[in-house]
């Protein structure tokens, strides 16, 4: 999308296999002959999955990518196994990309997590300026472990980082691009920084010409994230075989996102569900829903269900200590296509609470086509456990 392109939406595809970028959003190079239009803005990128784009060029393709755009809010989108998971960039010397909001996306296992800022500004390329990053989770990027890490950063003016969770596989968290030392006004704070072998020591941070190992050691030097932490944020499950992004109800991430945060009516978390439940907004993409019942679900009592993506054919694991679980799938425009019962867990000893171990139950979707799938799980009374996506892939 490039040029004179005013009010877009762009909602619910799925972009895979390509040899470069996989949605692009572009300005300011001489589409429109008006300046002043010559840049794609005012637009939604929502609920996109986006994989496996990779430039044949260079290794740099942003699974979601903006240039020289203005105004555009991009949330709900998932992004894996790309060069990049999402980039807000400009390429244009001279000019800027700015408003740009990222908010709710889960980004994992690509080359890069986020790369922000113009490449090699100010002389080469423009800035970005005016954006917000906020409540995305960011996990196991920097998949060849170049130092890439979970966010880097270029030549940017006044863009901020709030309610972020960022886990890294390596010890590289925050990496610094080219000359994003003339970069001014960064504020980040109350993000969750982590890594898979949970060391604040040796994490690294780099900003501008400044480098720093150790989390202590950045914040002092950096003065960026005076309410952030380091600590495990308490993902449902972190295994390649069935990753699953909610946080857990044990989750510290849970009412520490920034206090006073602005409601948004039209926000919701990447799953679809209310952004703001209790007290504070939570770290994250997920929002943590409180059930509404007498029953209270714990971390054994949620589920999960994998592969997935697959063939379409799942299985879903669950356990429940008191109740029966329905689950339902529809396709994307909301059509119910599948609706069952899950199996009941089986009693592994018996208190005051039953202990129960888990149970599978196969889900065959294999009769239907390729695409992105809806599912929410409940119980009889109708009372929310929990929802998510299914990716069939054939």
Aim: glycine residues 10%; aromatic residues 10%.
């Amino acid at each position: 999308m490039n040029g004179n392109v005013d009010t877009f939406n762009i909602i619910n595809n799925l972009v895979y296999n390509n040899q470069n970028i996989g949605i692009d959003m572009e300005g300011n190079e001489g589409v429109s002959p008006n300046p002043a239009t010559d840049h794609a803005r005012n637009g939604l990128v929502k609920g996109n999955t986006v994989w496996k784009c990779h430039s044949v060029y260079d290794s740099s393709a942003g699974g979601i990518y903006v240039d020289g755009g203005s105004s555009i809010v991009i949330e709900q989108n998932e992004c894996y196994n790309n060069d990049w998971g999402i980039e807000i960039g400009c390429e244009t010397p001279g000019d800027t990309t700015l408003n740009i909001k990222v908010r709710n996306n889960i980004v994992f296992r690509n080359g890069g997590g986020m790369q922000i800022g113009g490449y090699d500004g100010p002389v080469n390329t423009g800035r970005v300026i005016n954006s917000e990053i906020s409540n995305n989770t960011f996990f196991a990027n920097d998949t060849l472990e170049q130092g890439n890490g979970e966010l880097s950063l270029s030549y940017s003016e006044h863009c901020s980082f709030y309610n972020n969770i960022f886990y890294s596989k390596a010890s590289s968290i925050l990496s610094s691009g080219w000359n994003s030392g003339n970069s001014i006004g960064f504020q980040f704070d109350y993000n969750r920084y982590f890594t898979i072998h949970g060391d604040s020591l040796n994490s690294a941070f780099s900003y501008g010409t400044f480098s720093y190992t150790g989390f202590s050691n950045y914040k002092t030097g950096s003065g960026f994230d005076s309410h952030s932490v380091f600590a495990n944020p308490s993902l449902t499950d972190t295994l390649t075989s069935a990753l699953n992004f909610h946080i857990l109800p044990s989750s510290t991430c849970i009412n520490s996102g920034m206090p006073g945060w602005p409601a948004d009516t039209s926000e919701h978390d990447f799953y679809g569900e209310p952004r703001i439940v209790g007290s504070h907004i939570d770290i994250g993409a997920d929002e943590y829903q409180n059930p509404t019942g007498l029953q209270v679900i714990n971390e054994l009592q949620l589920v999960k269900i994998y592969p997935n993506p697959s063939n379409g054919a799942f299985v879903v694991v669950s356990s429940f200590a008191t109740y029966t679980a329905m689950i339902e799938v529809s396709n994307i425009v909301g059509e119910k296509i599948y609706s069952g019962r899950l199996n009941p867990p089986s009693v592994a000893s018996l208190s005051q609470a039953a202990v129960r171990a888990p149970a599978t139950t196969t889900l065959d979707l294999r009769n239907n086509a390729s695409g992105l799938y809806l599912y929410k799980a409940f119980t009889e009374t109708g009372e929310p456990i929990c929802n998510g996506r299914l990716l069939i892939q054939k």
